[in-house]
Structures are given as structure tokens and as C-alpha cells.
């Protein structure tokens, strides 16, 4: 627990250029943690203790990112969900800290991972580590002012709405919850990414209402379900002082 602290203190005091790739390896090399307390641990130290504290040393300076990045792809690959669900975590905290420039060529096999679990997983807590990783993507790729990544960021958008096109035509009361989840991932990222969920999806979503003699009970819950997270979302960008949503971005969809 000490080291791992210490090792934050080097990267925030001292230049490390000529030794990052050596701070990494000897920091990483614990990674996932693998750590079960002894029965007359006189400190209290749980595993979470220890992966907390990794996971800090890891997000502390965008100079690991051309080394941790990789790293963290290898272990999504895992079989072990506890290894998979560390990495997504992970992820999460470092994208606060990694330039979006690193993280260019991991996004698309990213989305297709959060995609599959949060559409075929059986693990409540893999699939929340997944959504929460896909909203920091979101995040780290929009608050870049490289043409690149916005032209990455802009790709990624369009990916997901593309890949959550379940929302009408299916019948799969799960699949149609599991699309609503990750839009609901990428609207809480930014206010752009959220204008743009809504922007289109909106519009499908009262189209259904429309036709809501013909939906199924199940079918009604899930379609609320949404438009409710939505604006939960809507309300983190949109909100007055007095935590009231201005509905002024949605006047159109309400109007209708």
C-alpha cells in the first residue's frame, strides 16, 4: 500500500521521461491483483485495498498510456470476469487522465467488447464496469479538439446508434432494455454526445408511442424505462439551479 502511494509521489514531483517504461513495468507487474488477506492480518488490508491503490498508480500520469493501454486490452480478453471487470475499471480512471490520442486505435475493438457483454452477459457487475468504461471513451474522445479524434468521436456515436437499432422491429424485451443502457451510457458522458442520442432516438422512441395500442405491457415499461434514463441524463447537462430540466432542447419531440 506504501509502494503503490510512493509511487504517485515520483510522478507527481520528479520527471520520470527517461525511466517510464521501467516505473510502468515494476508497477504493472501486480496487475490484475491477486491477493487473499491472511487470517492474522493484524493491518485489516483487503484485496480492494490493494486495487484501489494500483489502479491509482496506473491513471497517474498520461505517460503510462502507450504501456497501459495494451495491457488493459490483453486482460479484457480474459476468461476471468473479476480480471475483465479490474480492466474496464481501470480503464475508466485512466481515460480522466490519458490524451484521447492514445486511445484512437483501442475504440472500436472497445465498443465491440462493451457491446457483446452488454447484450449477451449474464454478470450484472461486468455489464455496469462495461457501461461505465463506455462512457468515459465517450468523454475522453469528446473533450479533444484534434480533427482525428473528433472524426473518431463522431464514428463511435454513429456506431453505437447503428448497433442499438433494436429499438423498433424487435421483439426481445432484453435486447430493446440492453440498447436503451448503453444510450444511456454515452448520454451521460457530454452534453454533445447527449444532444445527439436524443436527437435521435427520440423521435423512434415516440414513433413506438404511437403505435401503443399494439405493444405489449412489457414492451411499454421498457420504452418508459428509456425515455426516462434519457432525461436523467439530459438533466446532468440541462438543468437550472434549481435541479429543473430546461426543456427547451426537447420542445420539438413534446410538441409532436
Known amino acids: 500500500m506504501l509502494v503503490f502511494d510512493l509511487v504517485r509521489v515520483i510522478v507527481r514531483n520528479f520527471s520520470i521521461d527517461l525511466f517510464v517504461e521501467d516505473l510502468f513495468e515494476v508497477t504493472s507487474c501486480y496487475f ?115 480533427e482525428n479524434v473528433q472524426e473518431k468521436y463522431e464514428e463511435l456515436l454513429e456506431t453505437v446508434l447503428k448497433d442499438c437499432n433494436h429499438l423498433t422491429g424487435s421483439n426481445d424485451v432484453k435486447l430493446i432494455k440492453s440498447c436503451g443502457r448503453i444510450l444511456h451510457a454515452v448520454a451521460l458522458s457530454t452534453e454533445s454526445a447527449c444532444q445527439k442520442i436524443i436527437d435521435s432516438i427520440f423521435p423512434l422512441l415516440f414513433e413506438q408511442f404511437k403505435e401503443m395500442d399494439v405493444l405489449e405491457v412489457a414492451h411499454r415499461k421498457i420504452f418508459i424505462f428509456i425515455i426516462t434514463g434519457l432525461l436523467k441524463a439530459a438533466k446532468i447537462f440541462y438543468a437550472d439551479p434549481s435541479g429543473k430540466i430546461n426543456f427547451a432542447p426537447f420542445y420539438y419531440f413534446f410538441s409532436c
Open 32 to 146: 490484475p491483483v491477486d491477493f487473499t488477506p491472511p487470517s492474522d492480518d493484524p493491518y485489516g488490508i483487503k484485496k480492494e485495498d490493494l486495487v484501489a491503490r494500483l489502479r491509482n498508480c496506473l491513471a497517474a500520469t498520461n505517460q503510462f498510456a502507450p504501456f497501459c493501454l495494451p495491457l488493459l486490452m490483453e486482460k479484457l480478453s480474459s476468461d476471468i470476469i473479476d480480471a475483465k471487470i479490474d480492466s474496464l475499471l481501470t480503464l475508466s480512471a485512466c481515460l480522466d487522465v490519458y490524451h484521447s490520442t492514445y486511445v484512437l486505435e483501442h475504440v472500436m475493438p472497445l465498443w465491440r467488447d462493451i457491446k457483446r457483454v452488454v447484450f449477451y452477459s449474464s454478470s450484472t457487475e461486468l455489464e455496469e464496469a462495461s457501461l461505465l468504461a463506455l462512457t468515459s471513451i465517450v468523454r475522453n474522445l469528446s473533450d479533444s479538439i484534434e
